[in-house]
């Protein structure tokens, strides 16, 4: 499976962006994936993660303002991003979660600023 995100791009604080993580192969035996991001000179961090059924868990810093989704039979991953804050900018990935065993794809910038 590679995987791909796009969707990123220059917000203003406030702003609403989509990300979406499209997967070479099929991900509807990937139980649990899940969106990443790293920040320049920070270490990758865990954001979101969904499991096949539907269930999701959410980092403290985007609760209540990012959802995750899955569609199994576009092999697609997505990323709801609201209420956008300077602090949520960096490069936002995806990979199965915990373990992060798939390649990693480039995954897509986002930009909050004003």
């Known amino acids: 499976v590679q995987l791909q995100a796009s969707g990123g791009g220059l917000v203003q604080p406030g702003g609403s962006l989509r990300l979406s993580c499209a997967a070479s192969?099929?991900?509807?035996?990937?139980?649990?994936m899940g969106w990443y991001r790293q920040a320049p000179g920070k270490e990758r961090e865990w954001v979101a993660s969904?499991?096949?059924?539907?269930?999701?868990e959410y980092a403290d810093f985007v609760k209540g303002r990012f959802t995750i989704s899955r569609d199994n039979a576009k092999n697609t991953l997505y990323l709801q991003m609201n209420s956008l804050k300077p602090e949520d900018t960096a490069v936002y990935l995806c990979?199965?979660?915990?373990?992060?065993?798939?390649?990693w794809g480039q995954g897509t910038q986002v930009t909050v600023s004003s």
């Open positions: 969904i499991i096949s059924g539907g269930t999701t």
């Open positions: 192969g099929s991900i509807f035996s990937i139980n649990v």
């Open positions: 990979n199965d979660f915990p373990f992060m065993t798939l390649p």
